[in-house]
RNA sequence: GGGCGCGUGGCCUAGCUGGAUAUGGCACUUGCCUCCUAAGCAAGCAGUCAAGGGUUCGAAUCCCUUCGCGCCCGCCA
């Protein structure tokens, strides 16, 4: 693997080769070598000998200072020191700045790449229903997904995103049988088809709850399109197109774009549910009644009332699960790892799906990201009901906070400029207060946090940036690695160091968050790097500076802009040169 | 009834493959703009890490029980 790109790497695998050595040496051979980052002020690695303590039968300590002392030297480690029963040890500061330099300042690649890898990543997020505006009770799931496949793209990994568009489903056929038998008298609250054609939803759930007719045409409907009836396949097709690219346009809004779609129905059409359905009837675990078929799945470690789980009705069409376990195999064949971001509601199915998807002999499964549900402080959102509160109000109100914001400070732009600076800076406080939260807490949507405009959000880290981008403006030119490198003795303050530290640390966030297909951990880096700038930024004076220690400053202020830039890139937002 | 997840100062949150004084932010109080943008910086206030038990030299972290919240157990998607 490729490590010119980590400047920690070096250090990492010098002090891990003098640690197991001295490990060999106090004869704790066999120990593992599990190492964490200390903290603030106390080295940049650490070995706790607490395991190993009950390995030697000695006190933590007396092994840790007994390792100190026959460990080696190098070119990468300045010293290290036994504290409180942890090998505590330090990067050589300038070796530590060289790399960082080298390759946060080169052109070319973006600061946190990781090596190219080979495998295809297919990423599946967002695949909501197309019967009506996308609300905020979804929205996180294209953040979360959008944000995992940037962080991944950046890490090296290959990745493709895909919508899966439920097309065939009950609720869209709801919705056609609304559009074609109803007329809903209400102006849709936006000039978008989402948001009009959700009337036409509503309403006619409306309808057949309390109409069995109306429930019955619902169910011919449903039954048409999946025996492929030309007129209502097309009618179908063509509004839940219309509502899809409403969705679409939100999505855009707060910079989610999808590379591919996969049409539900096309697996219907193409014969792919059908040979998936004849595969899992030869299966053993295939039972029939009344017409319906299901598999059973008690020894598969499902548990609760029913364990069937039925995968075509006694009509023989198929169900959403089914014709699910037909995409995971055409996903499977055009992917190394196929990747879903899902509700936590999905969790039984997708157990299920693993089930189904063993007992076809597939050797492969899905890798889920759950997330918990953002609900209103009033309890659930439901399209059905009404109870939302829409992806494209939450924009509007964001954008026109954020203008707010920006004409207190900045009388002096020009009135488009300060409604796009209020378009970046909005937008993007919106995706940090999602990414910043970890995928299985609950969260509940408060207009005053979701629009937070200090401390902990985006307008936080992107300020950051600006003020590192109007001193480089300031600054005649930037300065290049080589230049870079050789006046990093020239950082000797502790707010230009633990600077530069973090920004070194840069590209195995990256990576590690990648391996994990973790979100929040890049929106606290991000914000731990806009606070210790924001610290440099008050205390040490760049462009007043002179000679070596002013170009070692600009290099960093330079290094960090890079760093804040790439990591708000990793979150989908926007890094405005001035705000 | 069963399963899965969550529960950290008034509010939001990190840490959870056990380990060094539990991380930040919001709110509140108080300082800091003749100085590279104060969407900032500094200081203060604030915690029985839901409760109880267990394992361990050591538990926010692991195990058990209880409580609270969310989600699921459809010939819906």
Redesign the pocket.
């Given at each position: 693997m490729d490590d010119a790109g980590d400047p920690l790497s070096a250090f990492r695998e010098e002090a891990a080769r003098a640690l197991r050595a001295a490990l060999a040496k106090v004869g704790a051979a066999e120990a593992d070598l599990?190492l964490?980052?200390?903290?603030?002020?106390?080295?940049d690695i650490?070995l706790?000998c607490?395991?190993i303590?009950?390995l030697l039968r000695k006190a933590?300590d007396a092994i840790a200072k007994e390792i100190v002392s026959v460990m080696t030297s190098g070119e990468e480690m300045e010293r290290a020191e036994a504290?409180?029963?942890?090998v505590?040890i330090h990067a050589r500061f300038d070796r530590l700045a060289e790399r960082a330099f080298t390759a946060a300042l080169s052109d070319g690649m973006e600061y946190g790449s990781g090596a190219p890898r080979g495998e295809r990543v297919l990423l599946e997020h967002t695949s909501v229903?197309p019967t009506g505006p996308v609300h905020i009770g979804r929205a996180r799931n294209p953040i979360i997904g959008d944000t995992i496949a940037r962080i991944m793209r950046l890490a090296g990994y290959n990745v493709t995103t895909e919508f899966y568009v439920?097309d065939?489903?009950?609720?869209?056929a709801t919705m056609t049988w609304g559009v074609k038998n109803l007329r809903v008298a209400e102006e849709p609250e936006r000039d978008k088809d989402d948001h009009r054609f959700v009337s036409y939803y509503r309403e006619a759930n409306r309808k057949c709850e309390e109409d069995p007719e109306a429930q019955a045409q619902v169910n011919e409907l449903?039954f048409k399109l999946e025996h492929g009836d030309p007129e209502t396949v097309s009618l179908n097709r063509q509004t839940s197109e219309r509502v899809l690219n409403g969705m679409l346009a939100s999505l855009a809004d707060i910079n989610v774009h999808i590379d591919g779609f996969m049409w539900?129905s096309k697996l219907v059409e193409d014969g792919s549910v059908d040979r998936v359905i004849d595969r899992l009837k030869g299966s053993r675990f295939c039972h029939e009644?009344?017409?319906?078929r299901?598999l059973e799945l008690e020894s598969f470690g499902i548990?609760?009332?029913?364990?069937?789980w039925?995968f075509?009705?006694?009509?023989g069409t198929s169900?959403?699960?089914t014709r699910d376990l037909a995409y995971h195999l055409d996903k499977f064949s055009r992917s190394d790892v196929a990747i879903n971001v899902l509700?936590?509601?999905?969790?039984?199915?997708m157990q299920q799906l693993a089930a189904a998807l063993s007992i076809i002999g597939s050797e492969r499964a899905p890798e889920t990201v759950?997330y918990?549900?953002v609900?209103l402080p009033e309890?659930?959102m439901s399209t059905r009901k009404g109870t939302v509160v829409t992806l494209d109000d939450l924009v509007d109100e964001a954008k026109e906070r954020?203008y707010e914001?920006?004409r207190?400070?900045?009388k002096d732009l020009p009135e488009e400029r300060m409604r796009e600076?209020?378009r970046i800076?909005g937008t993007g406080a919106l995706r940090y207060n999602i990414a910043?939260?970890?995928a299985?807490?609950?969260?509940?949507f408060?207009w005053?946090?979701a629009l937070?405009?200090?401390?902990?959000?985006a307008?936080?880290v992107?300020?950051?940036h600006?003020?590192a981008?109007?001193?480089m403006r300031?600054a005649s030119a930037a300065v290049s690695p080589d230049r870079a490198a050789a006046c990093v003795g020239k950082l000797t303050t502790d707010h230009e160091r633990a600077l530069l530290k973090l920004i070194a640390a840069y590209p195995a966030t990256v990576r590690e968050c990648a391996e994990a297909r973790?979100v929040?951990?890049v929106a606290?880096f991000a914000?731990?790097l806009?606070?210790q700038f924001?610290?440099?930024?008050?205390?040490?004076?760049?462009?007043?500076a002179e000679g070596d220690t002013r170009d070692a400053r600009i290099a960093l202020v330079e290094a960090a802009r890079r760093t804040l830039r790439s990591a708000l890139g990793c979150l989908g937002l926007e890094a405005?040169?001035?705000?």
């Open positions: 599990l964490e980052r200390p903290p603030e002020g106390m080295g650490a706790p607490f395991s303590s009950k933590p504290v409180g029963g942890y505590n229903n439920n065939v489903g009950r609720q869209v449903l539900e009644s009344d017409g319906a299901h548990t609760g009332r029913d364990t069937k039925v075509t009705r006694a009509d169900l959403y699960t509700g936590e509601d999905q969790k039984l199915g759950f918990s549900f609900s309890g659930r954020a914001e920006v207190k400070r900045r600076i209020a800076v910043r939260i970890q299985e807490k609950q969260i509940v408060r005053e946090e937070n405009f200090e401390g902990s959000s307008p936080f992107q300020y950051a600006a003020r981008c109007s001193i300031k973790r929040h951990t606290s914000q731990d806009a606070s924001n610290q440099f930024y008050r205390y040490v004076p760049v462009l007043k405005p040169e001035e705000m």
